[in-house]
């Protein structure tokens, strides 16, 4: 009996080598849809039911040749509008990539990009926005654009990342210069806290990749960006005390030789909703 349990072990640690292999794949390359309610009483009944999917942290990867799975995934969500919160390229290389990924979501709704810290990193941040602005992409460099239906104006916003130039203008002052019932802002950053004071309605950002590698069972994330230990923003939505949300994405791809775990690519669909 002693001799047929030694002989199970060699054919039973592949098997184990397999499926972790492919579990390792999975959490890399299995895009995970969820649907995250917003509900605000500062939105106009115009605006009940707008859809926004966030993307953020793509670092240059794709899903398929042509990022193909992705826009699919994006697609089956029906969006009115998709935001993309910076780090879309982490090297130079990855600017190829761009022009079909911004045409394939820019044919599914209209779409806004802002800056993050990697782009700035590259210095190729006029090539990448000019390539988006080129295949339809909103790109909002410290602006904003209005929609207006049934006589309801909402702002969509967008600042650079702090990478940028010094003397570039903030998103409070940003904010002073917009006239609309509801705001909705995009900054790379998750900076929670700050955003608070910033008097925005909405704030999509990303930048912590949900915490990296996440702790299953009680799905917290185990690392900041900086390395610290249990980040207290490291996913979903945020409400302050005196109104408005901001909702920090997971991210879809890694940082240089990082990988994730627990933790599989991030892509949330926002539904807003007129609240009391």
């Keep these: 009996m002693g001799r047929r349990k030694k002989r199970r072990w060699p054919l039973v640690l592949p098997l ?25 009483a500062a939105l106009p009944a115009a605006f009940d039911g707008l859809r926004i999917v966030s993307l953020s942290d793509l670092h240059g990867k794709e899903f398929g040749p042509g990022n193909e799975k992705l826009l699919a995934e994006v697609a089956a969500l029906k969006p009115d509008l998709i935001a993309i919160t910076g780090d879309l390229i982490e090297r130079e290389e990855d600017l190829e990539m761009v022009p079909a990924l911004a045409r394939g979501l820019s044919d599914i709704a209209p779409t806004y990009y802002v800056t993050g810290n990697h782009e700035w990193a590259v210095r190729r941040v006029n090539d990448l926005k ?29 600042v650079d990342d702090p990478n940028g130039p010094p003397s570039q203008k903030t998103g409070p002052e940003l904010r002073e210069e917009i006239r609309a019932d509801y705001t909705i802002l995009l900054s790379h950053r998750d900076t929670v806290e700050a955003y608070e004071s910033w008097g925005y309605d909405l704030v999509l950002c990303g930048h912590g990749h949900g915490g990296i590698l996440r702790i299953p069972l009680v799905d ?13 923003y490291d996913g979903g939505p945020v409400a302050y005390p005196g109104g408005g949300t901001c909702f920090v994405s997971r991210g879809l791809g890694n940082v240089g030789a990082s990988f994730r775990l627990f933790n599989r690519p991030d892509l949330p669909l926002l539904i807003l909703t007129k609240g009391e």
Aim: aromatic share 12%.
């Design 220 to 232: 917290r994330g185990l690392l900041s960006t900086d390395r610290t230990f249990f980040p207290k």
């Design 130 to 158: 000019a390539l988006l602005t080129g295949n339809g992409v909103r790109v909002l460099s410290n602006e904003y654009e209005l929609w207006e239906k049934d006589g309801a104006v909402l702002a969509v916003a967008g």
């Design 16 to 40: 184990l080598l397999c499926l972790a292999a492919l579990f390792f794949w999975w959490s890399q390359n299995a895009i995970l849809p969820q649907t995250v309610p917003i509900q605000s």
